[in-house]
RNA sequence: GCUCGAUUGGUGUAGUCCGGCCCAUCAUCUCGCCCUUUCGAGGCGAGGACCCGGGUUCGAAUCCCGGAUCGAGCACCA
């Protein structure tokens, strides 16, 4: 059979070989037709569908710490949680996971400034805010039930202690209590008759599990909250246990409905732990896809308390610093968020480590400021040329587009005089000129001929083919600073700019031939990419 | 060390489940050309990749085995 098989294989494949597969593909026309009806492979475009995802029925989450504003890094979890919900017909959660008062200490500032940082992001509220650290007696009963049940259990050992259990795969000499014992301990717990480290709950799981990681992971821990008050007013000392994050955001995930949860891959382990807590109460664990590290390769390593504490240092501004990678940063340079969701979207969901650089960015963000940028000279290291000769042969307003590709925009203008003009070009400009015999075009103006400080306009009209600079007139411009910003330093350049367009605080304009900027105010204006 | 996981051009991705329309997609990048009175935008074109070694098969990026490399977790952080 398979011989009879083998023999017709390669009768067709020599037949490929010698006549092509438009032969074969003929003879199949002709006696199988049907064969050639293939289901087309649909390219995916953008992200990848969720497993199980049924319309209207997504749920999602993204869970920063407040203890700092939103970094670059975290505007990826919006973007892709905020897209999916969209996607689905779902909805998505911001969760404040604020339940470390010790070592990530909340930043009272960030509750409100991130929520506004999602909205600038995704153009929308999230559908629903949680705060982890006003659900702590939630968590707690969730606790209480399960120590009852026998699925978890105080455990006095130092943590030093029972790591050596955990390497030794035995268990923990606490482990054998009955619930009743382990109730009272943990009125005890709450009560504050332990001091931090004393006393934890663990998770029931099997200390034989082969990924250490697992093995009666703890839950609930007890916090100084006398000496490390949670920074909210209406928090403060109120607790002193408070859960752990495999605990707190498990059960959360299960009390919101969430369907599909979407995290880092170093949090592998979190899905394990939560699985085995799901798995005590009967739950049905959510869908989970995972994303790995992303290095933008202009940013250096930067983490929010690190860059909390050079804040307080003076090494920075403060957190829109245009040197921090953080999403106020961004917004100030003048980043459009549709270009961070499209950046995002584009890199998709592996769980590769990426390494991605700035410029796929700038791409993206000039794709959309583009057609929306009024155009404006800018002229660094001004140089001032006296116009001597051809005086007559200037209008008496000089015009050009506001954007080369809209007239609907208008038109800047503005008046010359014919008695005296000054011309102001950058220096850098003037070697250019040096290799065509010392003239050059003046966009949009006239071809000039440069001698020492002074200038003669040739013709109006090109005369010949000439580099085409940006340039001013001394009447039409004034001071004005750029600031340009790399990776460890901020540069301040000082030149002159065009006076016919009054733009606004914010707006984003095109020097031309030097790159987009936002406005700052009348003479400053901030650089944010080429 | 133990436990997970990843590996497609310079950088990201598609395709891998279910082997053959894949001498491998798209974007970015680099380089040309066109257009344009900006070094911008736009248009066209070119360049460049299946981690390695075995195996299965008529046929492997795709399946199997082995190895290498990279990353994460093994916290009373999130």
Redesign the pocket.
């Known amino acids: 059979m398979?011989l009879i098989?083998?023999k017709f294989?390669?009768e067709a494949?020599n037949l490929a070989e010698n006549q092509g597969?438009e032969h074969l593909r003929k003879i199949l026309e002709e006696n199988a037709p049907e064969l050639l009806e293939?289901?087309?492979?649909e390219?995916?475009e953008g992200l990848?569908e969720l497993k199980n995802a049924i319309q209207g029925k997504v749920v999602l989450r993204f869970?920063?710490?407040p203890?700092g504003p939103l970094s670059f890094g975290h505007s990826r979890g919006i973007v892709i949680n905020s897209e999916y919900a969209k996607r689905y017909g779902g909805k998505w959660i911001l969760r404040f996971?604020?339940?470390?008062t010790?070592?990530?200490p909340p930043l009272p500032s960030a509750y409100n400034s991130i929520q506004e940082e999602v909205e600038w992001l995704t153009g929308k509220p999230p559908d629903k805010i949680i705060i982890?650290s006003d659900r702590i007696e939630t968590y707690y009963k969730y606790a209480s039930e399960l120590i009852s049940k026998g699925g978890a259990y105080i455990?006095?050992?130092?943590?030093?202690?029972?790591?050596e259990f955990?390497?030794s795969k035995s268990n923990s000499p606490d482990r054998d209590r009955s619930p009743q014992e382990n109730l009272m301990l943990w009125e005890k717990m709450l009560n504050g008759e332990f001091q931090?480290?004393?006393?934890?709950v663990r998770i029931k799981t099997d200390m034989t599990l082969?990924?250490?990681?697992?093995?009666d992971?703890?839950a609930l821990?007890?916090?100084d909250t006398k000496n490390n008050p949670h920074p909210r007013e209406s928090i403060k000392s109120k607790y002193i246990v408070?859960?752990?994050?495999?605990f707190?955001?498990g059960i959360e995930d299960y009390l919101q409905g969430v369907t599909h949860i979407i995290r880092?891959?170093?949090?592998?382990?979190?899905t394990?732990k939560q699985t085995l807590l799901y798995e005590h109460f009967g739950w049905k664990y959510p869908e989970t896809v995972?994303w790995?590290?992303v290095?933008i390769?202009e940013f250096g390593g930067f983490s929010t308390s690190g860059m909390r504490n050079d804040i307080k240092e003076g090494k920075y501004s403060g957190w829109d610093d245009p040197r921090l990678p953080t999403i106020a940063s961004m917004q100030r340079r003048g980043f459009s968020p549709e270009a961070l969701r499209n950046f995002w979207i584009?890199?998709?969901?592996?769980?590769?480590?990426?390494?991605?650089?700035m410029?796929?960015i700038?791409?993206?963000n000039?794709?959309i400021i583009?057609?929306t940028s009024p155009?404006l000279f800018f002229v660094k290291k001004p140089l001032t040329l006296k116009l001597i000769d051809g005086l007559e042969k200037i209008p008496s307003v000089f015009k050009?587009l506001v954007?080369?590709?809209d007239e609907s925009l208008g038109y800047r203008t503005w008046k010359l005089s014919t008695e005296e003009m000054n011309v102001i070009i950058?220096e850098?400009?003037l070697e250019?000129a040096n290799k065509n015999n010392n003239k050059i075009?003046?966009?949009?103006?006239a071809d000039i001929q440069i001698k020492e400080n002074t200038a003669s306009i040739i013709s109006?009209?090109?005369n010949e083919k000439l580099?085409?600079?940006?340039w001013l007139d001394s009447k039409n411009s004034h001071d004005a600073t750029l600031e340009i910003s790399t990776e460890n330093r901020i540069e301040l350049i000082s030149g002159k700019l065009e006076n016919s367009l009054r733009l606004e605080k914010n707006e984003l304009t095109?020097l031309?031939?030097?790159?987009?900027a936002k406005v700052e105010n009348d003479s400053k204006l901030i650089f944010l990419h080429?």
Request: hydrophobic residues 30%.
């Open positions: 398979t098989i083998k294989v390669e494949n597969l293939r289901k087309i492979k390219k995916r990848p869970a920063p710490n203890n996971d604020d339940t470390d010790v070592r990530k982890a455990c006095t050992l130092s943590a030093e202690e029972f790591r955990r390497q931090p480290g004393e006393a934890v082969p990924n250490p990681a697992l093995r992971w703890p821990r007890i916090q408070w859960p752990l994050l495999d707190q955001s880092g891959k170093d949090l592998m382990d979190s394990r995972y790995g590290r290095k390769h584009e890199l998709a969901l592996t769980q590769k480590d990426i390494s991605a650089s410029e796929t700038y791409s993206h000039v794709k583009d057609h155009r050009t954007h080369p590709e950058e850098e400009d250019l075009r003046l966009k949009d103006f109006l009209k090109p580099p085409i600079i940006h095109q031309e031939r030097i790159g987009y080429d």
